[in-house]
């Protein structure tokens, strides 16, 4: 399988006036991570449009532990789950850096579908099947 970590540090803006992060940016926070694994690993959103696709996210979850505050840092892992049908699947954790704590886990599945016509693709794509097998994943 394949993972990437990223370091993010929690900003002013993500945070409510008692200081503690509004639930909804740990989902951004898989997404930081989620991106960087594409980047690091040579399959970024940017290479799904380029062969007319997007991925859009059909599932999400969140399950959170502990709550982060302004001014921590946390470590997010995004850990790529392989699967035969035409999908993305992404498990995660994130680290409170500082104490090394599990605050939150959490899972999403992406789907192909066309750029233009949103039209949902039942069958890998080729070039990712390519990137699969490339990665060992196969």
């Known amino acids: 399988m394949l993972s990437h ?5 929690v900003r002013f803006n993500e945070a409510d006036p008692l200081g503690i992060v509004w639930h909804g940016h740990y989902v951004r926070y898989f ?3 989620r991106e960087a ?11 799904f449009y380029s062969h007319n696709l997007v991925v859009p996210i059909v599932s999400i979850q969140c399950d959170y532990k502990k709550p982060l ?3 921590d840092t946390i470590i997010v892992s995004a850990v790529y789950k392989p699967c035969v049908a035409a999908k993305l699947i992404f498990e995660y954790e994130i680290f409170d850096a500082g104490k090394n704590e599990l605050v939150a886990t959490g899972t999403s599945t992406q789907v192909f579908v066309d750029a ?3 039209q949902l693709q039942l069958v890998t794509p080729e070039f990712f099947q390519r990137w699969k097998e490339k990665m060992n994943l196969e």
């Open 5 to 9: 970590k990223i370091e993010i540090p």
């Open 31 to 33: 997404e930081d991570s």
């Open 37 to 47: 694994f594409g980047k690091t690993y040579g399959i970024s959103y940017l290479d």
């Open 69 to 71: 505050r302004y001014g």
């Open 116 to 118: 233009k016509t949103f």
